[in-house]
């Protein structure tokens, strides 16, 4: 399922950060999002994803195509992990979760509280989420924080496998996952702020 994003301009309180963005992500490919701290890599993701509007232009994906995993991990920590997973699966009407947890390396971990989890098991389980979701298109902000390399390749391995199946993944990250993808970068898209010569802001450097 492809996704089309035209003349797309998203703000972040109020104050547009991005203008004139335009791609298209096919089946089977793999974007990555580059930029700056501060030039708003989170604000189109969570965008794209239905949780904020845009300022103008259009999204165009299937419904309910998209399945997204931001900063947080979105855990429940007084369940287990499957029961985490198991939720997940029933709020996206799919079934089964042993899947995603041996994709995930966490089999060994089913039983275990999502509160008794280190940083990089429930970024882990975090993840693991995209799986039970049955939605073709992946889009994820910086999803290696807190995996160790050997995570990290893990984590690069689903993907692959999702790419190779006809999904299609959106990326910001300054990580080689070892996927083929291309690379689109923000900056030629940083929208000009009336009155401050181009700029949005010191304090837009401390936001994604």
């Known amino acids: 399922m492809e996704l089309r994003v035209t003349d797309l301009a998203v703000a972040r309180a109020g104050v547009p950060v991005l203008e004139g963005v335009s791609f298209r992500l096919l089946p089977g490919r793999a974007l990555v999002l580059r930029g700056p701290n501060g030039i708003g890599k989170t604000t189109l993701l969570r965008t794209l994803a239905g949780l904020q509007p845009a300022l103008s232009g259009r999204v165009e ?52 509280r999502a509160a008794n989890l280190s940083a990089g098991q429930r970024r882990r389980l975090g993840l693991a989420r ?55 970068d923000l900056a030629p898209f940083k929208a000009r702020a009336p009155g401050l010569g181009g700029r949005i802001g010191a304090f837009d450097e401390a936001f994604g």
């Open 61 to 112: 994906a299937g419904e309910d195509a998209i399945a997204y995993a931001a900063h947080a991990d979105g855990v429940k920590a007084t369940l287990t992990v499957a029961e985490n997973l198991g939720f997940w699966a029933r709020a996206f009407g799919t079934r089964g979760v042993g899947a995603a947890l041996a994709a995930m390396n966490l089999e060994a971990l089913a039983d275990r």
């Open 130 to 184: 995209l799986l039970v979701t049955g939605r073709p298109i992946w889009v994820m902000d910086e999803p290696t924080i807190s995996l160790d390399a050997a995570s990290v390749a893990l984590f690069g391995a689903v993907v692959g496998r999702h790419l190779a199946q006809g999904g299609a993944a959106l990326i910001a990250t300054h990580i080689d996952l070892g996927i083929a993808a291309e690379v689109l």
